[in-house]
T-cell receptor, first 113, second 113 residues
Framework: DAGVIQSPRHEVTEMGQEVTLRCKPI?????LFWYRQTMMRGLELLIY????????DSGMPEDRFSAKMPNASFSTLKIQPSEPRDSAVYFC???????????FGSGTQLSVL | GESVGLHLPTLSVQEGDNSIINCAYS??????FIWYKQESGKGPQFIID?????DKRQGQRVTVLLNKTVKHLSLQIAATQPGDSAVYFC????????????FGSGTRLQVQP
């Protein structure tokens, strides 16, 4: 298995633009997680899905952030409009339904200028 | 987990020595704990996990110790190698299952050759 696949690897955009991050979880995993990592706040959970249904989105910063999981093999995290304070590394992770041993992707380094 | 700060605590060891990385967790009801290793530019990688019905668990060159009385977790790395240089995170679960793993702020391990 190729592991959790995220794209793009790097994204540089201007303030106000829409950003879409993509994730393909490990085949057979039922849970998918989006985390954000910054030096100031460490690894923060944004949202997680179980069987494609959002279970906990309390970590989503504000209405500018949205996430979807249209099927078991794909999820997106969208920021619209983006702001400089959104600059961070965004990780997607997947696991079996118990949500314990998470497998992380390589992350998307987002820079909003 | 550890309090979030502006910088990561750093542990510097000589190659071949044993390393001990500590973590204080916050939820006394947590019943599952996990250690991750994150190398520069990569996503967190699973090292070892432990359930609350155990005090100790050993892997290859790594041992995790759990002290539930003081809510303390430690990761011991035997015969530390340069390839062990990374940031190490502990994480605890939410036993209700409503939230995903909560990560500590991490400890940077530097191995001196």
């Amino acid at each position: 298995d190729a592991g959790v696949i995220q794209s793009p690897r790097h994204e540089v955009t201007e303030m106000g633009q829409e950003v879409t991050l993509r994730c393909k979880p490990i085949s057979g995993h039922n849970s998918l997680f989006w985390y954000r990592q910054t030096m100031m706040r460490g690894l923060e959970l944004l949202i997680y899905f179980n069987n494609n249904v959002p279970i906990d989105d309390s970590g989503m910063p504000e209405d500018r952030f949205s996430a979807k999981m249209p099927n078991a093999s794909f999820s997106t995290l969208k920021i619209q409009p983006s702001e400089p304070r959104d600059s961070a590394v965004y990780f997607c992770a997947s696991s079996f339904s118990n949500g314990e041993k998470l497998f992380f992707g390589s992350g998307t380094q987002l820079s909003v200028l | 987990g550890e309090s979030v700060g502006l910088h990561l605590p750093t542990l510097s060891v000589q190659e071949g020595d044993n390393s001990i990385i500590n973590c204080a967790y916050s939820n006394s009801a947590s019943d599952y704990f996990i250690w991750y290793k994150q190398e520069s530019g990569k996503g967190p990688q699973f090292i070892i996990d432990i359930r609350s019905n155990m005090d100790k668990r050993q892997g290859q060159r790594v041992t995790v110790l759990l002290n539930k009385t003081v809510k303390h977790l430690s990761l011991q790395i035997a015969a530390t190698q340069p390839g062990d240089s990374a940031v190490y995170f502990c994480a605890e679960n939410d036993p209700t299952g409503r939230r995903a793993l909560t990560f500590g702020s991490g400890t940077r391990l530097q191995v001196q050759p």
